[in-house]
């Protein structure tokens, strides 16, 4: 296997994992937190995406999936490409309100489709390309990579942990 088909791979079992934390949940088990300042199954779903929707349109020198058609409305949430939940307020959290498990599913695949598609272009030296230089050591596309990887899987755990919470509240 290559690294072009490792990278396929994985982040091909992300929409699998995000359809398991969030199918068949109501409206309200979506945007239900724990607690104060937590997050919920919902925000935790969306900001995955839009973290791997944000980085996936830079690469590509794009628009974002985010802002295509009505998608943001189905969230409770205007189009704003710079909103992908960094730094969100407890109540920044709230406001982000799916209005059931099929939008977070929908956006989640639009998303993961584009990555395949993008990755499936990849040459094993496009991965040593410097994609952002704000950084020491400037970070390769195999590095950015890897690092949205590595934050999808440790949100979507996260939420499949609130999802269980969730149905037990």
């Known amino acids: 296997m290559d690294v072009r088909d490792l990278l396929i791979e994985a982040f091909d079992r992300l929409p699998d994992l995000v359809r398991s934390a969030v199918d068949g949940l109501s409206a309200d088990q979506l945007r239900w ?25 830079e690469l590509l020198d794009a628009d974002q999936v985010w802002v295509s058609g009505d998608r943001a409305a189905g969230f409770g949430l205007d189009p704003d490409p710079r909103n992908t939940g960094y730094g969100h307020t407890s109540e920044q959290v709230a406001a982000v309100a799916p209005r059931d498990p099929q939008v977070l599913i929908d956006y989640h695949r639009a998303v993961t489709e584009r990555t395949l598609e993008y990755l499936r272009g990849l040459q094993p030296a496009d991965l040593d390309r410097v994609v952002d230089e704000n950084w020491d050591p400037p970070v390769t596309l195999g590095v950015r990579l890897v690092s949205v990887l590595e934050d999808d899987f440790q949100h979507v755990g996260q ?4 999802r269980g919470l969730a149905e037990r509240a």
């Open 33 to 57: 937190t724990p607690g104060p300042g937590a997050n919920s199954v919902g925000w935790l779903v969306w900001h995955l995406t839009r973290v791997q929707d944000s980085h996936l349109a």
């Open 159 to 162: 939420a499949a942990y609130v």
